[in-house]
């Protein structure tokens, strides 16, 4: 069975989610979140490997403020990049976490930021800013 690409990526979103090494998006409730992800409310689980995690985090928060790349979206918010700009984006962007290969726990801006059916999903979950 091929798996297509969504309707709404385009060419441009996905090449820069390849540049970023992420999957299409799975949602919550299908995803193997044992796996190194990124999660968005808005677009689902990106599966990252090791080290595309702030990358990938980065170009999610670009497209939210209509940038095509997370280098853009630094420049705007006069952020670094791209541990400035993840970081702005789990903090201030309703519906985040990530799962890192190296930490192994899964990590979100602030307790606030997620539902409660996402913390049931997720279980244990290391708040970076509460």
């Not at 490997?49 to 170009?59: D, I, K, T, Y």
């Not at 903090?91 to 190296?102: K, M, N, P, R």
Request: glycine letters at 6%.
């Amino acid at each position: 069975m091929a798996i297509t690409r969504p309707d709404w990526i385009t060419d441009q979103m996905w090449n820069a989610m390849c540049n970023a090494k992420m999957s299409l998006p799975s949602s919550i409730d299908q995803a193997d979140l044992s796996k190194p992800f990124v999660y968005d409310r808005s677009y689902g689980v990106f599966f990252a490997p090791s080290g595309s995690h702030q990358v990938a985090m980065s170009l999610l928060l670009a497209w939210k403020n209509q940038e095509k790349n997370g280098v853009r979206v630094a420049e705007k918010l006069g952020l670094s990049y791209s541990d400035g700009t993840a970081d702005y984006y789990l903090e201030h962007i309703q519906g985040t976490a990530f799962l890192s290969s190296v930490g192994k726990r899964i990590c979100a801006g602030k307790k606030s930021n997620l539902n409660e059916l996402e913390k049931e999903y997720f279980g244990i979950i290391n708040y970076l800013f509460d």
